[in-house]
C-alpha cells in the first residue's frame, strides 16, 4: 500500500512469531498440567488449578510488575541471562515469549483439562483390560479423543497472544523489531496520530477476532455434534 512507513508490518511478523513459538510451548507444557488436573485424586490439585487459572484475573500490570521482578537484574532472569553475557530478560524477545506463556497458560490448559474429564474412565480402563500401558493409553487413547480440546487450545492460546497488550509492553517495551509486536504498534500509531496506519492494523485484528470466535463455535458444535 502506498504512503505507508516501510516497516509497518515488522510488529505483524513479530507478533505471529511470538504467538506460534508461545502456543507450541503451551501445548507441551499445559498438556500434562491438564492431564493430571483431570485424572489426578489429590486434594489440592484445584489450589494448583486456581494458580494456573490466576492470569484470568490478575490485572497486567500486577503480573507484569512480578514478571519483571523475576526476569530483572536480581531476579532468576538476570542470572539466566548472564550465561550469555546479558543482565536481564526483560525487554528482550525471550522475555515476552516467557511472559506470554505465563500469561495464556489458562487459555491453553483449561479447554484440554476439559477434554480430558470428557472421556470419562472407560475407554482408559478398557485399554488397561488391554494391557496397553498408561503412556501408551495416553497418546493413543486419551489424545485422539481430545483433539477438540487441544484445537480449541492452540486457537485460544494464539488467539490470546496475538492480542496482548499489558503483560507485553510492561515487560517488553517499545522496541521495534525485537518487543514491538502488533497491539504495542497500534498504541504507537494513535499516540502519534498516524490514524491510517493504526486503522489498518486494527481492522486486521478485528478481522482476527471474528475469525477467532466463528473458530471456536465450530468447534463445540462439532465436539457437541461427537458427544451425542
Do not use: C
Not at 508490518?9 to 504467538?19: G, M, S
Not at 516467557?98 to 474412565?121: K, L
Not at 481492522?203 to 457437541?224: D, P, Q, W
Amino acid at each position: 500500500m502506498t504512503g505507508l512507513p516501510p516497516d509497518i508490518w515488522q510488529p505483524v511478523w513479530l507478533t505471529v512469531e511470538l504467538a506460534v513459538i508461545t502456543t507450541v510451548i503451551l501445548l507441551i507444557v499445559g498438556t500434562p498440567i491438564a492431564w493430571w488436573l483431570a485424572r489426578s485424586k489429590a486434594a489440592w490439585k484445584e489450589g494448583v488449578a486456581a494458580i494456573v487459572a490466576m492470569p484470568l484475573v490478575l490485572p497486567p500490570t500486577v503480573l507484569g510488575f512480578y514478571l519483571l521482578v523475576l526476569m530483572g537484574p536480581d531476579g532468576p532472569g538476570g542470572a539466566i541471562a548472564g550465561l550469555w553475557g546479558g543482565r536481564t530478560l526483560a525487554f528482550t524477545f525471550g522475555g515476552l515469549v516467557f511472559g506470554s506463556v505465563i500469561y495464556s497458560m489458562p487459555f491453553v490448559v483449561q479447554p484440554i483439562r476439559n477434554a480430558f474429564d470428557a472421556i470419562g474412565d472407560r475407554p482408559l480402563e478398557v485399554a488397561a483390560t488391554l494391557r496397553a500401558s498408561p503412556l501408551k493409553t495416553f497418546w493413543t487413547v486419551a489424545v485422539p479423543l481430545a483433539r477438540p480440546g487441544f484445537l480449541a487450545g492452540a486457537v485460544l492460546g494464539f488467539a490470546h497472544t496475538v492480542g496482548e497488550f499489558g503483560i507485553v509492553l510492561m515487560i517488553g517495551g517499545n522496541i521495534p523489531g525485537r518487543t514491538k509486536v502488533l497491539s504495542v504498534a497500534i498504541y504507537d500509531y494513535v499516540e502519534t496520530s498516524q490514524w491510517r496506519e493504526a486503522n489498518i492494523l486494527a481492522g486486521g485484528m478485528a478481522a482476527f477476532a471474528f475469525v477467532v470466535i466463528l473458530t471456536m463455535m465450530m468447534l463445540e458444535k462439532r465436539t457437541a455434534r461427537l458427544r451425542g
